[in-house]
């Protein structure tokens, strides 16, 4: 079993290394030829699922709260995650009652099913796994997820509930923890709960993905859905002018306000003790760059860009779960190039498991978003989120669920 599960990793590592067009060969050119058609295929299940959302022919739940969508039309690394934690914790600073509502990608089933009661003391049914009710976290990375772990940790004041079945969610953040306000993380695409908002990020440096669908590229609708966009932000812009881009984006969005945005380092952060250090501590630094995201040159360029010489990169697929091994052998290797640190994203750290020895400290990298362009029009729309009058919640919920 365990040699199958490695061959299904390394094919599934080569299909992404064919998909980003990193492979070649005639075994590339015929696998590239099945995922064209294949994305034919899914180009029409995509415009058919839209059409019967649109024509309301699938139903579309409205749970008489606002719902706030933040997603995108790619498939990973348009730095998400920072978003939703800059949009969440200020409109709780606002005074809003927020709810993250997330699907939990990769995270592991319970082993134990969580009880919460209601105000008189009856245990609530349909409960979605609750990673923080706002003042508590109750689950670990494992079983949250990495990202709405992280979300948790870093949000005081914001519930952070995982299921895949996010209409569940929004009526218990609703019923059990009075939430004026949803937030559907990767949202987009979650067409089941009816959306007043929607704010699609659009990475600056790969913008529109390998170009293709799925499975063939990485955009999970074509361009034209960007129509959809109440807002449009721009991550990643690495303090550079985006006209080029912001004209593109004009072609298929007229009216959404575009946010121009980056990811900035913060500061360093020992994984294991806490201790945080300046970003300068990097400047002159040999070091080891390990992480499991979608796009991990961007946050090796960070990196670099603090002033470390950046020796070993060490990339794992996106949300991979480390391993004993896999910590031993790489700090060893570490120790033995006289590595005098290993950087991770904020994201892999809830993910580490302490290596034997830990030789060379691991810190992990804080990034904070800064908007470059258009404060106006982001503090426009947080007063338009707060401004809103709080709507009574749906009745008949039962039916819903």
Known sequence: MVGMKTRMEEFS???????????????????????????????????????????????????????????????????????????????????????????????????????????????????????????????????????PFMLARNLDGVAVLVDKDRVKSGIFAIEQLGSNTLILDDGMQYLKLKHELDIVLVD?????????????GTMREPRSSLRRASYIILTKSGGKPQDELISVIRRYNKVADIIVTDHVPAYLENIFTGERRELSFLKGKYVACMSGIARPESFE??????????????????????????????????????????????????????????????????????IIRGQKEWDAMVDRICNLAQPQPAPEWDNVL
């Open 13 to 147: 590592d080569w299909g992404t290394e064919v998909v980003f067009g990193r492979a070649h060969g005639f075994r590339a050119w015929m696998l590239c030829c099945v995922l064209r058609v294949a994305s034919f295929f899914f180009w029409v299940l995509v415009r058919m699922r839209l059409f019967l959302f649109r024509r309301q022919i699938k139903t579309v739940h409205y749970l008489g709260t606002l719902v706030v969508s933040v997603g995108n039309i790619t498939a990973g690394g348009t730095g998400k995650t920072p978003v939703v934690e800059l949009l969440a914790s200020t409109l709780a600073a606002r005074g809003r009652r927020c709810a993250i509502l997330t699907r939990g990608y990769k995270s592991a089933p319970l082993e134990k099913p969580q009880v919460w009661r209601d105000a008189e003391g009856r245990r609530v049914r349909h409960l979605p796994k609750i990673a923080s009710d706002g003042t508590t976290r109750y689950l670990s990375p494992l079983y949250a997820g990495d990202e």
């Open 204 to 216: 600056c440096g790969f913008p529109f993905g390998t170009g293709s669908l799925l499975p063939r």
């Open 301 to 370: 360029v960070l990196v670099e860009n603090a002033g470390a010489h950046v020796e070993i990169r060490r990339r794992y697929p996106d949300h991979y779960w480390f391993d004993p091994e896999d910590m031993d052998a790489f700090v060893e290797r570490c120790a033995d190039r006289a590595m005098d640190m290993i950087v991770t994203t904020e994201k892999d750290a809830v993910r580490f498991l302490k290596p034997m020895e830990t030789e060379v400290p691991i810190y992990f990298l804080r990034i904070r978003i800064e």
